[in-house]
């Protein structure tokens, strides 16, 4: 098993253009989620998804979107990136049952000049 | 306003010491906690939880203890080994409200010292 994997490893961005954070995971989690690390703060939950077809916000969802066609994957799409958004990002999946005890992938660092 | 705080940025311990990391909380939903580890450059890894139902959960060196009446948790690692050096981040949430993820505190960075 590959567990969680994130692409790409690093991003820079200009203010204004917009990707894709790539996240999948091949070990038939249900739930999946999207976290942002800034420097000297804990996590910070992005949007969530607790299965196919299924997505909702967390605490900083501003800025960004995702959507769940598939079990193993969870892309978070940024329309129009902001400096603001510079951060280190980190995808997450857990089986239903014991949803809190979440596999971390390996993040991706975007810089938005 | 944090609703999980860790207030020790870092910690030195000697290795073959005790370790003992903090954490507190304000909400009172909440009723599972956890411990993840983190290295640079890689995501958090889990490493031990309790749920509001006990005040202790053991797992080899790594004990939490939790006491509800004073919503503060703690991390033991006995002994400190070189290896446990990383950021140890508390985490919290309501299983209760749904899958609606967990909540951070900033991270503890632990320093093991040879």
């Known amino acids: 098993n590959a567990g969680v994997t994130q692409t790409p490893k690093f991003q820079v961005l200009k203010t204004g253009q917009s990707m894709t954070l790539q996240c999948a995971q091949d070990?038939?989690?249900?739930?999946m989620s999207w976290y942002r690390q800034d420097p000297g703060m804990g996590l910070r939950l992005i949007h969530y998804s607790v299965g196919a077809g299924i997505t909702d916000q967390g605490e900083v969802p501003n800025g960004y979107n995702v959507s769940r066609s598939t079990t193993e994957d969870f892309p978070l799409r940024l329309l129009s990136a902001a400096p603001s958004q510079t951060s280190v990002y980190f995808c997450a999946s857990s089986p239903r049952r014991v949803y809190n005890e979440q596999f971390f992938g390996p993040g991706t660092r975007l810089t938005v000049l | 306003d944090q609703q999980v705080k860790q207030n020790s940025p870092s910690l030195s311990v000697q290795e073959g010491r005790i370790s003992i990391l903090n954490c507190d909380y304000t909400n009172s939903m909440f009723d599972y906690f956890l411990w993840y580890k983190k290295y640079p450059a890689e995501g958090p890894t889990f490493l031990i939880s309790?749920?509001?139902?006990?005040d202790k959960n053991e797992d080899g060196r790594f004990t939490v203890f939790l006491n509800k009446s004073a919503k503060h948790l703690s991390l033991h690692i006995v002994p400190s080994q070189p290896g446990d050096s990383a950021v140890y981040f508390c985490?919290?949430?309501?299983?209760?409200?749904?899958?609606?993820?967990?909540?951070f505190g900033k991270g503890t960075h632990l320093i093991i010292q040879p």
């Open positions: 070990m038939n989690h249900e739930y």
């Open positions: 309790i749920s509001s139902i006990k």
């Open positions: 985490a919290a949430s309501n299983s209760g409200g749904g899958a609606d993820g967990l909540t």
